[in-house]
């Protein structure tokens, strides 16, 4: 069998769709696009598809991952455009490779980088806030889980985190509007923080409230390098 790694996005009004839908909406351009999947044994066979780290309800996302698996070979130049073509509007496929040896995907992945728009919060007030909140070792927030509330400490996920000014914000915000966007990298911990962890975590320590909801979106996942960035995970595997 033949393993792929594929990267696709999740724009627009998708990001409110959360990702069970997502992964309906995926296997249903597979069969559209009759990509030679393969399956798995038993009464009831499903696709041979690994999700990495799905991004919540409620953000967009620049580097989302999956790994599928194939009776047949296909190009991954090929696949991208078959599948594509397939894929509901909003639901974009980037890329493709295919899997060799070593790391698996999710070994791969370490930590998420987020863009966080605050429309209405000026970049000097988001600045002093991060600042409060880098400068404390544990901030712990409150999160509804379908197991009720629940205490985490977001500080500790928290790899780096720094601020922008946006000088023309996004709709719908009016022209001339202020717009903090917030930089953070965040560990990829269980359980995980979420984006709007790390706005909780600004109002515990900060009294930080934006008046209007923040957007949020993924950017990139991966390793953390020597340098401090991210690292590719379809990149192709080293040799030593």
């Known amino acids: 069998?033949?393993?792929?790694?594929?990267?696709?996005?999740?724009?627009?009004?998708?990001?409110?769709?959360?990702?069970?839908?997502?992964?309906?909406?995926?296997?249903?351009?597979?069969?559209?696009?009759?990509?030679?999947?393969?399956?798995?044994?038993?009464?009831?066979?499903?696709?041979?598809?690994?999700?990495?780290?799905?991004?919540?309800?409620?953000?967009?996302?620049?580097?989302?991952y999956v790994e599928i698996q194939l009776v047949e070979p296909v190009a991954p130049a090929d696949l991208v455009a078959m599948l594509d073509t397939a894929m509901p509007p909003d639901l974009d496929l980037l890329e493709a490779v295919e899997a060799t040896g070593g790391d698996s995907l999710a070994d791969r992945v370490e930590v998420s980088r987020w863009s966080i728009e605050l429309p209405d919060v000026s970049a000097d007030a988001l600045r002093a806030a991060v600042g409060k909140m880098l400068a404390e070792p544990v901030v712990e927030v409150e999160r509804l889980t379908k197991h009720g509330m629940r205490t985490i400490d977001a500080r500790a996920a928290i790899v780096s985190a720094t601020v922008h000014d946006e000088t023309h914000p996004p709709?719908?915000?009016?022209?001339?509007?202020?717009?903090?966007?917030?930089?953070?990298?965040?560990?990829?911990?269980?359980?995980?923080?979420?984006?709007?962890?790390?706005?909780?975590?600004?109002?515990?320590?900060?009294?930080?409230?934006?008046?209007?909801?923040?957007?949020?979106?993924?950017?990139?996942?991966?390793?953390?390098d020597d340098s401090g960035g991210l690292s590719d995970p379809l990149a192709p595997d080293r040799v030593s």
């Not at 990298?185 to 984006?195: F, G, L, M, N």
């Open 1 to 64: 069998m033949q393993k792929l790694r594929l990267r696709y996005a999740k724009r627009g009004r998708l990001r409110f769709t959360s990702h069970r839908d997502i992964a309906r909406a995926f296997e249903r351009a597979l069969r559209r696009a009759h990509v030679p999947m393969a399956y798995s044994q038993g009464f009831n066979p499903h696709p041979k598809i690994s999700w990495i780290g799905a991004a919540p309800t409620g953000v967009a996302s620049e580097a989302e």
């Open 171 to 224: 709709d719908p915000a009016p022209a001339g509007s202020p717009c903090g966007i917030l930089d953070v990298v965040v560990r990829q911990t269980t359980p995980v923080v979420r984006p709007d962890d790390v706005l909780s975590a600004l109002r515990v320590v900060a009294a930080l409230e934006p008046p209007v909801p923040a957007k949020a979106t993924r950017m990139a996942q991966g390793r953390l």
